[in-house]
């Protein structure tokens, strides 16, 4: 799936954090979400590669990552911590400013990852996600319904582990299927990775640690840079998909705005999974934009 892709793995910030690399040019991070892993970009990575050095990584806890325990105060899994691994990668990989393009839990990750190390992000991209605070004060009983594991994955250890542990491949596609494009957009053999990842020691912990933070830790951040007034300055693109919960739900682009000094975006005609429902679409609205300063 990933012809001309290096995997390799890199000890940062405390922890092993999984990756392909692949092309050449400009650094470009990939960062995928929940419940799967970097192959999430199966489809778009061999022509990302032809204008920039991919680098496509699984998040902590997740894919082949290491996956830490969840600590009570969740900081293993605060997404200032994920931004700080991603930060640590790319440092370990001579790349200082980089691109970056992300879904859904991963782009929680670079939302932070541009807050934080505003000074090494160029340009980004994120998709099929508003800010964090705003989809938990936003919550309403649509949201609820169609982002019900927000809700089951922060409940306390060991039941939500417990759960999932019992049949993974269930939950994975109890999950992924229930979105509006069902499990059609998915290749087998993506759909087999994301099993075998999720049905490893430990990935059941690094998923609820990261949700479990997102409700806690996470909301104090982003809080404390809305108290401060710090905002997210590097170009920013946002893209939804028109069927999914975040056009039913949120103002996306306003949202956005609030936290953000550059921002444009728009929907797109798909569910959630952007890069594995309609590739060439995501293809032609990114590129440009990630390669105007390039």
């Known amino acids: ?113 541009g807050v934080d190390h505003a000074e090494r992000v160029e340009r980004m991209v994120l998709l099929d996600i508003a800010p964090t605070l705003a989809m938990y004060r936003g919550t309403n ?48 053999e993506a759909l087999a990775e994301y099993e075998r990842c999720l049905s490893l020691p430990g990935a059941a912990t690094g998923i609820c640690g990261d949700y479990r933070a997102s409700a806690s830790i996470d909301l104090t951040h982003d809080q404390a840079d809305i108290d401060a007034g710090i905002k997210l300055t590097c170009p920013l693109k946002v893209m939804w998909g028109r069927d999914g919960a975040i056009e039913a739900c949120f103002d996306a682009l306003a949202e956005w705005r609030k936290v953000a000094t550059q921002v444009e975006g728009k929907a797109l005609p798909c569910g959630h999974y952007i890069a594995e429902e309609i590739p060439d679409t995501l293809l032609d609205e990114a590129l440009p934009f990630l390669l105007k300063q390039c």
């Open 141 to 188: 009983e649509a949201f609820a319904r169609a982002y019900w594991h927000w809700f089951f994955l922060i409940r306390p250890q060991p039941l939500p582990e417990m759960l999932i542990n019992s049949d993974p491949a269930c939950y994975l596609k109890s999950v992924m299927g229930a979105r509006s494009a069902g499990m059609a957009p998915f290749a087998l």
């Open 1 to 113: 799936m990933f012809k001309g892709f290096e995997k390799r793995t890199r000890h940062v910030n405390g922890t092993e954090i999984a990756f392909r690399i692949g092309g050449s040019g400009p650094g470009l991070l990939l960062l995928h979400g929940h419940p799967q892993t970097h192959v999430i970009w199966h489809k778009v990575a061999a022509t990302l590669a032809q204008h920039f050095t991919v680098i496509a990584a699984d998040l902590r806890g997740y894919g082949d990552s290491a996956k830490p325990d969840d600590d009570p105060e969740h900081l293993n899994y605060a997404k200032r911590t994920m931004a700080n691994d991603m930060a640590a990668l790319m440092s370990a990989l001579g790349v200082e400013r980089f691109n970056v393009l992300a879904h859904d839990r991963g782009a929680r990750v670079a939302h932070r990852l």
